[in-house]
C-alpha cells in the first residue's frame, strides 16, 4: 500500500486518549511504521511513563530516539511508510530547556518541522504528531512555565496551519477540527 502523504495533528490534555488515536490511525495504515521519541528519562516517574507507551506500542513500529530534533531519521529511509511523533510537547520542552530563550526554542522547532514536512512531501509518507493543548488551565506560575505554554501554543498553531487534518481528543473522544 502507499503512502498517504498526508499530515494529522491530534491535540489533547494529559491521558486524554491522543497517543491511543495516533496509534490506530498508524495502524490502520498499514503501512511500515517508524515511532519518533521525543521523552527523556530523567527520573524514575519520566521512566515508568516511557516503558508504559512502549508497551502500548505495537511490536512492529521501528522507534528512533528523536528529543532534540529528527536529524536521527536521516538515515532511515521514510517514503511509503507512516511517521508517528509522540509528542512534540517534548521535543518543544527538551528544545526550550537546551536554547533557554522561548524566540530562538520557536525558531528551532519550527524549523525541525519544516525540514520535516519538506522531506515529506519529496518522499511521501503519512505524517502523524501528537501534541499536549497547555492553554485550556490556569496561568503557570513560573516564568519557565509561562514560556512554555506560550511556545508550545505558538508551534500547535504553526503545525495546526499545515496539517491536513487536526484533531482534538477530550476524554478519549477525538473531536475532527479540520
Not at 498526508?6 to 515511532?35: H, T
Not at 528551532?108 to 519529496?122: C, D, I, P
Not at 495546526?160 to 477525538?174: M, S, T
Request: charged share 25%.
Amino acid at each position: 500500500m502507499a503512502a498517504r502523504p498526508e499530515r494529522v495533528l491530534i491535540l489533547g490534555g494529559a491521558r486524554s486518549g491522543k497517543s491511543r488515536l495516533a496509534l490506530r490511525m498508524v495502524d490502520e495504515a498499514g503501512l511500515p511504521a517508524i515511532f519518533c521519541a521525543t521523552g527523556v528519562p530523567v527520573d524514575e516517574e519520566m521512566r515508568s511513563r516511557i516503558l508504559r507507551h512502549q508497551k502500548e506500542r505495537p511490536p512492529h513500529f521501528t522507534t528512533v530516539e528523536t528529543p532534540y530534533g529528527f536529524s536521527p531519521l536521516e538515515a532511515l529511509e521514510l517514503a511509503g511508510k507512516a511517521v508517528l511523533v509522540d509528542c512534540v510537547s517534548f521535543l518543544v520542552s527538551n528544545i526550550l530547556l537546551e536554547e533557554e530563550d522561548g524566540e530562538r526554542a520557536y525558531g528551532r522547532t519550527v524549523k525541525e518541522f519544516g525540514a520535516l514536512f519538506t522531506r515529506q512531501e519529496k518522499e511521501g509518507f503519512f505524517l502523524v504528531l501528537v501534541s499536549n493543548e497547555v492553554g485550556l488551565g490556569v496561568v503557570p506560575d513560573s516564568r519557565l512555565g509561562r514560556e512554555f505554554r506560550d511556545l508550545l501554543g505558538r508551534v500547535n498553531q504553526w503545525l495546526a496551519e499545515r496539517a491536513h487534518r487536526v484533531y482534538f481528543v477530550v476524554a478519549g473522544i477525538p473531536w475532527q477540527l479540520r
